[in-house]
């Protein structure tokens, strides 16, 4: 189990872990995750939440479109 799963499972329908990256001279871990949420008016509460475990390290959140792309 990761260090954000528990806080991933209560606000997400469903994610996955997709790309890890170390960096600042190897010292510290960039993860990124596809995830679907649950609420999306819960947008602020997950990263309050993922910031309280990450250290207040630097998360970012954004948004795909998932509409077909039509030209």
Do not use: W
């Not at 997950?46 to 795909?64: P, T």
């Amino acid at each position: 189990m990761g260090v954000f799963d528990p806080i991933l499972g209560q606000y997400t329908c469903r994610y996955s872990l997709t790309q890890v990256k170390t960096t600042n001279m190897g010292s510290l871990f960039k993860l990124t995750y596809d995830l679907t949420l649950k609420d999306p008016a819960q947008e602020k509460n997950l990263i309050d939440q993922l910031r309280l475990r990450n250290g207040n390290l630097e998360i970012s959140l954004g948004h795909q479109d998932s509409a077909a792309a039509t030209l």
